[in-house]
């Protein structure tokens, strides 16, 4: 069995049919970039530094670590020269700067609205580490403070197996709030789209969604929830996987049937991005969640709490399963509509609660489904998605029954008939019993 790493490659997408799932990449494997050239002030400067050095050596006088300025920008202890942020106000870095005097900048992970990540070297604990360098926007600096207090919160509280990233470091850097973590793999939706969103194997699924759950009940347990969960925030902690042949339908031509598949050597992951994470309060109605794995009382308006993180693990194994997000669209009523066609209408009594905001969904007293539809794309989209019992047949062969009874029950519409995670973690399709059947 042949084992490699993860790199990236264009891919080549099987579906072509499957709608665009418009969603923000937030990778953590994009390619290094190269330094620029430096520009004639800079070479001026640090062949000046260079003189500076060797005059200062050679007369024996102590050379100065200090974090101020010259008069030519840059930092005496070797930091890079002062650069603008961009117009969203990312940080302008280039391959090779130190990040501080502790940290020196290898690659760029990946970014996303938050900011960047970037793998540095760290130099005194000599290992590489994950830095997420926050926008120098307020309202992102204050998310930022508030993931770093949740990340204290969990690790004071760890005991070591509750798969959340960990916090290592973090400071204020030149208006921009890093934050200092272990180096992890990919995320499970780069691992899918890598993988040209061919699904995991079900044992791999159990033992993610075993981990994601005991995650999620670790942080309920500490009366915080997530409000984010989504394969972009999970990541494995290893980048290795192996290639097993993979057939598609009952021919085995290899022209047209033969792929190979790749598999994660380890199932191990780990939790992350807590800059959306809150304590749970009464009355919270704003909107959470990444729309694909947001609950129907969200939607409504009904008010959230701990079950909408359990409704996203729902979203989330469906997607482990199948390859695809469960409920791809980008409008509440086809959202709305999605969840009835794929299991069942929506509880008489939680249409009646809507709120003002969501009253327009509703018409005597049921989904207005069709006819608010937007467009025919619109009604063709959710018509043709299957009864969830069908889905997971089309893609499971073994533990079927049980992965689908556990998702009925994570997937409930009523928050409050809905599974917590201690309950979903007791579930057959978690028990030795189950795992020995399959």
């Not at 009925?408 to 978690?430: C, I």
């Amino acid at each position: 069995m042949e084992t490699e790493r993860m790199i990236d490659f264009p891919h080549t997408n099987i579906n072509m049919d499957r709608r665009p799932r418009k969603r923000q990449r937030l990778g953590w494997d994009v390619a290094p970039l190269p330094p620029p050239p430096p520009s004639m002030a800079e070479l001026e400067f640090f062949c000046a530094q260079e003189v500076a050095n060797f005059t200062s050596l050679s007369s024996g006088a102590p050379t100065e670590n200090t974090n101020s300025l010259s008069s030519k920008g840059a930092a005496r202890n070797g930091s890079p020269p002062w650069r603008e942020d961009d117009k969203d106000g990312h940080y302008v870095f280039a391959v090779g700067d130190n990040l501080t005097s502790r940290y020196k900048i290898h690659s760029k992970m990946g970014e996303g609205t938050f900011g960047q990540v970037l793998e540095c070297w760290d130099k005194e604990e000599k290992e590489m580490v994950a830095i997420k360098i926050v926008r120098g926007v307020e309202k992102y600096r204050e998310a930022a403070m508030i993931e770093v207090d949740v990340l204290q919160q969990l690790g004071k509280n760890d005991k070591g197996s509750n798969c959340c990233v960990q916090l290592r470091n973090w400071f204020d850097y030149r208006n921009h709030v890093c934050i200092v973590f272990e180096k992890l793999g990919p995320s499970l939706y780069d691992f899918l789209r890598k993988n040209n969103y061919q699904s995991f194997p079900i044992d791999i699924v159990r033992e993610i969604g075993r981990q994601l759950l005991d995650s999620v009940a670790f942080m309920h347990e500490l009366r915080l929830i997530h409000t984010d969960l989504k394969p972009e925030n999970i990541l494995l902690t290893s980048s290795e996987y192996s290639r097993i042949p993979y057939y598609r339908g009952s021919s085995r031509s290899p022209k047209d049937s033969s792929y190979s598949k790749r598999i994660p050597k380890s199932s191990a992951i780990k939790v992350i991005d807590f800059g959306s994470t809150t304590y749970d309060r009464q009355d919270q109605t704003y909107i959470v969640s990444t729309r694909h794995y947001r609950a129907p009382e969200v939607i409504l308006g009904l008010g959230w709490s701990y079950p909408c993180d359990i409704w996203s693990v729902g979203c989330i194994l469906v997607e482990l399963c199948s390859g695809d997000a469960l409920f791809q669209t980008h409008e509440n009523l086809e959202h709305l509509a999605m969840m009835e066609r794929v299991l069942g209408p929506i509880p008489h009594h939680m249409l009646k609660r809507v709120d003002r905001h969501a009253e327009k969904y509703i018409r005597r007293g049921r989904l207005d489904w069709p006819e608010g539809a937007a467009s025919r794309d619109s009604i063709k989209a959710v018509h043709k998605l299957p009864r969830l019992q069908n889905l997971i047949m089309q893609h499971v062969d073994h533990s079927a029954g049980d992965l689908i009874h556990l998702l009925q029950g994570l997937l409930r519409y009523d928050p409050s008939e809905r599974l917590t995670a201690h309950e979903a973690l007791k579930h057959s399709f978690f028990t030795k019993d189950s795992v020995r059947r399959s």
